[in-house]
């Protein structure tokens, strides 16, 4: 299944851009009359097949569309804090993309010692992962935002801070409720101060745990990614 993202795609026929039509028919070596397969990042899946397998314009004629394809049934928001090393994050992206997360926020923090983003990169490592993992939305990525104005305006009820304070003794199940939205924040590598902390019980937002081990940020993010995606397949599989 050949996958190429269009976000801009609104008629019956589409031109691949210079890259992406070498790729298909450089790379893939793909001729007319194959069929390809184009996603528009908010849940439309296009079934197509090659009128023109040009390498620098790559014409399709759209024969079929999904709505709503690969929509995940639960909402997760996870918002982190940019590790020094943006490999890690760039890690993190990819693989939160593959399972499954509908929104992903940049925390800057107290103790953050990244205080710049290039989201065009991160981006792009995500429309990657949505390809290839044959998904038909692409994550919402917000750039570096202060903890204190997320908090601000996060949904308090439906919000949780995973940190390493000794009262963060219960877990994200614990508070688990299927099909409403969850927000995780997940600190940087020297954790919340203890100010962020305490800001985020006065609006309400509560702590959790993510296990007895010390977590690297980005592992963390991906632990608690993948929890409410196992916590949402547990409870659709007891329905």
């Known amino acids: 299944m050949h ?17 992406e039509s070498k790729h298909c028919t450089r790379v893939l070596r793909l001729q007319p009359g194959d069929t390809v397969y184009l996603v528009d990042g908010v849940g439309g899946l296009y079934t197509s097949i090659i009128q023109d397998a040009n390498h620098k314009k790559c014409k ?24 020094k090393n943006m490999d890690r994050m760039e890690w993190f992206v990819e693989k939160a993309v593959e399972i499954g997360v509908n929104e992903i926020t940049f925390l800057l923090c107290e103790h953050s010692e990244r205080r710049q983003l ?5 981006e792009k490592i995500a429309v990657s992962a949505m390809k290839q993992s044959q998904k038909g939305y692409l994550p919402l990525l917000n750039d570096l935002t202060p903890f204190h104005k997320f908090v601000q305006q996060a949904h308090h009820e ?33 954790d919340f101060s ?16 993510l296990g007895n081990s010390r977590l690297r940020t980005e592992t963390a993010a991906l632990v608690a990614c993948h929890t ?4 949402h397949e547990i409870h659709d599989t007891l329905r």
């Open 60 to 83: 399709l004629q759209i024969i079929d569309k999904q709505i709503e394809y690969g929509k995940l049934p639960y909402v997760s928001h996870i918002a982190v804090a940019p590790t």
């Open 158 to 190: 439906r919000t949780f801070i995973a940190h390493l304070e000794d009262d963060a003794t219960k877990s994200i199940k614990d508070y688990y409720t299927p099909l409403d939205p969850h927000c995780i924040l997940i600190g940087p590598e020297g």
């Open 118 to 122: 290039r989201l065009d990169r991160l």
């Open 3 to 19: 996958i190429f993202y269009t976000p801009d795609i609104t008629s019956e026929f589409y031109t691949l851009n210079e890259e």
């Open 194 to 209: 203890s100010s962020e902390i305490q800001e985020a019980y006065k609006l309400g937002i509560r702590p959790v745990t």
């Open 228 to 231: 409410l995606q196992v916590l």
